[in-house]
């Protein structure tokens, strides 16, 4: 009998995500899947498996799971705190949990979106071609109590112990790059510049669908500002209101719409934004598309790039060159002699 994750009770927006389904804008359905794919690709690289596999993702709160059988689990996104039979649990790394043993994940202590990820990745139902839940589109739903997934053949069921020492962080705001969009040209000089000397920060108002961006001073307004034909529209694009207000288009975004974009976020940024809380920080910049293009990551290479920053939880003394150099009797240490890369596993 296939093994099954079990999520109790916990936070009202946890799904079911992968990367999503390209292929759909024709038919208005944008792509969705993972709000923080870098999140996704990392908890591939933890586990040693493919970075397709769905995972939960939980915005703002956690919950309490278990497992039918024994798994290996990876924490990723957002750092929520974790503990698993009273044991705190490190953030970005893989850990086991046996079967009947309760993991409890808490509330982001920053960012919003935490990601669970399970050895053999989460075996839902596939609905055009992926597992996702794309809430917008009535497809899949939010995790009500006592869920049971299935989850799917694990490829390495011995691999664990793995954590990132210093993923990147996207959870704090700051620098967001963008690229012109098709109607940046009717945005005149000053008010492209007073954009990116602006000091944004994220509204309360969001979902997986945009966010809104609050700022002081003058709408964001472009020439013939209502008079915009209706068009296709993808996540990343900063779309302004009829007021001039910014709100920046994520997975769930609408696939047409009538206000002018003044620009669109990079893919390799659009995380920062996803992942800001209310009240984050954001300022915008302009770059060229072929430093974007030169920048671009698929997400086998980002799960590439986080397995080889990947090391072990615990060091093995065979590996360790200066293992003669550690005081290893009297068994008082000043507490740093074990740290991997400045910090302690």
Same mark, same amino acid.
């Given at each position: 009998?296939?093994?099954? #994750? ?6 009202? /927006? ?39 596999? /769905?995972? #939960? ?50 509330? /982001? ?52 112990? #793995? ?33 990116? /000397? ?71 940024? #659009? ?75």
């Amino acid at each position: 009998m296939s093994a099954h #994750l079990t999520f109790h009770q916990g936070g009202a /927006a946890i799904s079911v995500q992968d990367a999503g389904r390209p292929g759909y804008m024709e038919f208005g359905l944008s792509r969705g899947g993972a709000a923080d794919l870098p999140a996704l690709a990392e908890g591939a690289a933890l586990l040693g498996q493919s970075e397709k596999l /769905a995972a #939960l993702e939980m915005a703002g709160m956690g919950g309490v799971f278990s497992a039918s059988a024994p798994l290996r689990i990876a924490l990723t996104g957002a750092p929520m705190r974790a503990a698993l039979e009273g044991r705190i649990l490190r953030w970005n790394a893989a850990h086991r949990l046996e079967a009947g043993q309760k993991l409890h994940i808490g509330a /982001a202590e920053k960012g919003i979106y935490g990601y669970l990820h399970i050895g053999g990745g989460l075996a839902t139902p596939i609905q055009l071609g992926s597992r996702s839940a794309h809430l917008a589109a009535g497809l899949g739903k939010y995790l009500p109590p006592d869920s049971r997934l299935p989850v799917g053949p694990d490829p390495d069921k011995n691999m664990a112990g #793995l954590f990132l020492p210093a993923p990147q962080s996207r959870f704090e705001g700051g620098e967001v790059r963008i690229i012109a969009s098709a109607q940046t040209a009717r945005f005149d000089p000053a008010t492209l510049a007073r954009f990116e /000397a602006t000091r944004f920060i994220r509204s309360p108002q969001g979902n997986r669908q945009g966010v809104r961006l609050g700022y002081e001073g003058a709408g964001f307004t472009a020439r013939d500002q209502l008079d915009t034909v209706s068009e296709f529209m993808i996540s990343g694009d900063i779309q302004m209101t009829g007021d001039g207000t910014p709100y920046v288009l994520l997975p769930e975004c609408q696939t047409t719409g009538g206000y002018p974009r003044i620009g669109t976020v990079i893919p390799q940024d #659009l995380p920062i934004v996803a992942q800001a809380a209310p009240g984050t920080p954001l300022r915008f910049r302009f770059i060229p598309a072929q430093e974007a293009r030169a920048n671009w990551q698929s997400l086998a290479q980002m799960q590439a790039r986080a397995r080889r920053a990947a090391r072990p939880l615990l060091r093995d003394p065979r590996s360790m060159p200066d293992l003669l150099s550690y005081q290893l009797i009297s068994g008082v240490t000043a507490g740093t002699e074990l740290d991997i890369n400045g910090e302690n596993p």
